[in-house]
């Protein structure tokens, strides 16, 4: 849990477990990662505001530009989520810290 703290003070487990879903899986709609998370839609809607570029709706989270949703091309009645930048880069340094401390012998 320290280790969430010192990549950024406001993530969550959760909201861990669901970026690395979104990474393993990008592109793939609110109701397809609400299935394969085991959330709510209602859930994976606020994790979406929280963890994008928007925010909670409510104004009681802040906006993380982590991940984006944008209309599915085919269907422009799904959103489609995938990782910002930022997000890509947040997952990339949670890796190194995980995996790096374990090839290092740490």
């Given at each position: 849990?320290?280790?969430?703290?010192?990549?950024?003070?406001?993530?969550?487990?959760?909201?861990?477990?669901?970026?690395?879903?979104?990474?393993?899986?990008?592109?793939?709609?609110q109701?397809?990662?609400?299935?394969?998370?085991?959330?709510?839609?209602a859930?994976?809607?606020?994790?979406?505001?929280?963890?994008?570029?928007?925010?909670?709706?409510?104004?009681?989270?802040?906006?993380?530009?982590?991940?984006?949703?944008?209309?599915?091309?085919?269907?422009?009645?799904?959103m489609?989520?995938?990782?910002?930048?930022?997000?890509?880069?947040?997952?990339?340094?949670?890796?190194?810290?995980?995996?790096?401390?374990?090839?290092?012998?740490?």
């Open positions: 849990m320290q280790l969430l703290k010192q990549v950024h003070p406001q993530l969550r487990v959760s909201q861990v477990e669901f970026l690395l879903t979104v990474a393993q899986s990008p592109n793939r709609s109701s397809e990662l609400a299935i394969e998370c085991g959330y709510t839609l859930a994976v809607s606020r994790l979406v505001d929280t963890l994008g570029e928007r925010g909670r709706r409510d104004g009681k989270g802040g906006a993380l530009g982590l991940i984006q949703a944008k209309p599915d091309p085919k269907d422009d009645r799904f489609l989520v995938s990782l910002t930048s930022k997000g890509k880069n947040l997952i990339k340094l949670l890796e190194e810290l995980t995996l790096g401390s374990k090839t290092n012998g740490d």
